[in-house]
């Protein structure tokens, strides 16, 4: 409970713009939207929107613009590499009006696990940083993605990307944690629709939502409850158990009549 | 190439919305996006576009008229099943202007499935369809899907939506379906990416995509070409792999050295 008492009380949000046409073509299945959003999730920021758009200059820059007005912190993955259609940083650049050039601090951390004479040209673009970006490091790979106001670009690479969110975690504003239980219903969701309905109503504060799922036993349904108040949803989980103890169709072993 | 010579030349766009507060917490992992875009590639339909909103009314209203007005089709994912966190039929309707209500035949697809006593009021909500809408149907669960103007509003649940996916995909205007090829460089990306970069400006009509990744030799690099042009694509390909063929950083096996 500590760190929520450190925490702030206003809810910190963020989106995520994941850029790459190999993500819209299929080719690639995107393992980060849902990293980031556990990360969040955990440490008190709120995912509120995700985006995924092409390696188009002008794409990046809108949805850069359109986010990061909008959201506390805006994290892009993908397209930070060496060739021609890694085009995130200049992107970054256009959409906070600043210059872009190869960035000292950032060769010196390519140095560290590359050869002088292995500093090629195309090398040499992972290291072109918007003016006034901070550098973010990882663990993984001596290219690092950067921070510029409430913008921060990491890797897409998986890997990479995630060592870079442990360098970023630490070091965002975050609000206070939002707490979750998962009920398992043992009923369909049908079933419990309406019952649950009115303990919803009766928890305003408390989100409840209601996700179907098929076992070996057939239809059931989790029930998730979250609120940043332990209290309140204590309270919730406890309605909500007594709605399922009550309900007609569920049988006394707890199962789902089918 | 049958179906090449059938289908237009001009590009047919999509987005895809994803709507769940689920993904946006990061508790469920999000398939959808990732098995869409691979459908609609494989039909001639190029994904332009993904975003992941929460349940919330506006949001979800925005999100599908900002996408509706500028992509040909518009596929969400989520938000249509019993419970009082299914809002999205509501928000289609109101982002299209028009009434909603418990549709008669959707009544009757989802009494193939289930007893008209088990038909509650929150099984009727499943059955509520935009005024104008034609149904989705499916082959895994009774409740349907819509399709309405432009957006096509399916299943959160990936069976669910698969089956809609396969039912509306003979239906969908498709273009010429874009082309691929993956090409391993056995080089490291730093490496090809100067080279490769003069092969993409002899060929500004082929999309190359340049995907570094790790096996147990070390650091590679996959070039992936798209063209809708078979020609041109192969012509690309052998310009790749030419320009390989005389990089000096690959040794006589093929494999690139450390």
């Given at each position: 409970m500590s760190e929520q008492q450190n925490s702030s009380a206003t809810p910190v949000t963020a989106a995520v713009l994941v850029i790459g046409d190999e993500i819209l073509s299929g080719r690639t299945k995107d393992r980060n939207i849902g990293f980031i959003a556990e990360y969040l999730t955990n440490i008190g920021v709120d995912l509120k929107e995700v985006r995924v758009v092409p390696d188009e200059h002008q794409e990046i820059v809108d949805a850069v613009n359109a986010l990061r007005r909008r959201y506390h912190y805006v994290f892009t993955t993908g397209?930070?590499?060496?060739?021609?259609?890694?085009?995130t940083a200049d992107a970054i650049a256009a959409a906070f009006g600043v210059s872009i050039d190869v960035d000292e601090r950032a060769v010196q951390e390519l140095l560290k696990r590359l050869r002088r004479e292995d500093l090629t040209p195309a090398r040499l673009r992972m290291a072109r940083i918007p003016a006034g970006a901070e550098l973010v490091l990882n663990e993984v790979s001596s290219a690092p993605g950067f921070w510029i106001g409430n913008v921060i670009t990491m890797a897409g690479v998986p890997a990479i990307m995630q060592s870079m969110m442990d360098w970023v975690g630490p070091r965002l504003r975050t609000g206070q944690r939002m707490l979750s239980t998962s009920i398992?219903?043992?009923?369909?969701e049908g079933d419990v629709a309406a019952p649950f309905g009115e303990v919803a109503r009766v928890f305003p504060d408390v989100i409840m939502g209601s996700y179907p799922f098929n076992d070996e036993k057939g239809f059931n349904t989790n029930l998730v409850l979250r609120s940043r108040d332990a209290a309140r949803l204590e309270q919730a989980r406890q309605a909500v158990e007594a709605m399922l103890a009550a309900?007609?169709?569920?049988?006394a072993t707890g199962v789902a009549r089918p």
């Open positions: 397209g930070i590499g060496p060739t021609h259609d890694d085009i398992r219903a043992d009923a369909r309900l007609p169709s569920r049988d």
